[in-house]
C-alpha cells in the first residue's frame, strides 16, 4: 500500500513555539490528510488538502502539498500543551487511507 | 457529532480463542473500515466495507474476518487468537463525497 512516511518520528518543542512535521510518499495521490492521535485513543480527522492544492490552512494549522516532490508538511503555530500528541499522514487515492508511523509531538510547559 | 462506538476499551483473551470486535457508528455511514495500530507500524488495514454486507480485503485480512448485517455495525472477528494479534484495534467510517474518516476511540487486544 502506498503508505506516508512523517518525518521526525519525535519532536519536543517548547509552549509558543512552532511545530513541524512532513510526509513523504511514493505514488500519485486524490488527496492527502492529516490526523491526531491523543494518547492511547482514537485518531481525529484535522486537515484535507487535495492534489491540485498547495497549501491548506485551519486555525493554527497550515498544511503545503508538492505533488512533484510527494512530500507534504503540516505546521502548528503557537503551540499549547494540548497539542501534545501523535500526528499521522494519511494517502488517499482509492477511497482507503493508507497511513504512517506518525510524529510524537510533545509540547513542554 | 458523528460517533463511533467501540464495544470494548480493554480485551484480554486467550489464545485459540474466538474474538468478536464490535463497532458501531451512528450517521448512516456506507463505508466502515478496521485497522490494527502497532508501534514503529503505524495504522494497518485489515478489512474495509464500502455498504451494507460488502466487505474487501485490506493489507493485512490473514487470520481475520468481518461481518456487515447491517450498516451502522461492523464486526472484526479473530478466528484463532494468537498472540501476535494482541494491538490496538481502530475502527473508522465515512459517507460517500466527505473525505475524512471517524475513529472510534479503540479497543486494546492482549491475547495470552
Known amino acids: 500500500s502506498q503508505q506516508g512516511e512523517e518525518d521526525p518520528q519525535a519532536l519536543s518543542i517548547q509552549e509558543g513555539e512552532n511545530a513541524t512535521m512532513n510526509c513523504s510518499y511514493k505514488t500519485s495521490i486524490n488527496n492527502l490528510q492529516w490526523y491526531r492521535q491523543n494518547s492511547g485513543r482514537g485518531l481525529v480527522h484535522l486537515i484535507l488538502i487535495r492534489s491540485n492544492e498547495r497549501e491548506k490552512h485551519s486555525g493554527r494549522l497550515r498544511v503545503t502539498l508538492d505533488t512533484s516532490k510527494k512530500s507534504s508538511s503540516l505546521l502548528i503555530t503557537a503551540s499549547r500543551a494540548a497539542d501534545t500528541a501523535s500526528y499521522f499522514c494519511?494517502?488517499?487515492?482509492?477511497?482507503?487511507?493508507?497511513f504512517g508511523a506518525g510524529t510524537t509531538v510533545t509540547v513542554r510547559a | 457529532d458523528v460517533k463511533v462506538t467501540q464495544s470494548s476499551r480493554y480485551l484480554v483473551k486467550r489464545t485459540g480463542e474466538k474474538v468478536f470486535l464490535e463497532c458501531v457508528q451512528d450517521m448512516d455511514h456506507e463505508n466502515m473500515f478496521w485497522y490494527r495500530q502497532d508501534p514503529g507500524l503505524g495504522l494497518r488495514l485489515i478489512y474495509f466495507s464500502y455498504d451494507v454486507k460488502m466487505k474487501e480485503k485490506g493489507d493485512i485480512p490473514e487470520g481475520y474476518s468481518v461481518s456487515r448485517e447491517k450498516k451502522e455495525r461492523f464486526s472484526l472477528i479473530l478466528e484463532s487468537a494468537s498472540t501476535n494479534q494482541t494491538s490496538m484495534y481502530l475502527c473508522a467510517s465515512r459517507t460517500f463525497g466527505i473525505y475524512g474518516y471517524t475513529f472510534g476511540s479503540g479497543t486494546r487486544l492482549t491475547v495470552v
Open positions: 494519511a494517502i488517499n487515492n482509492d477511497y482507503k487511507l493508507s
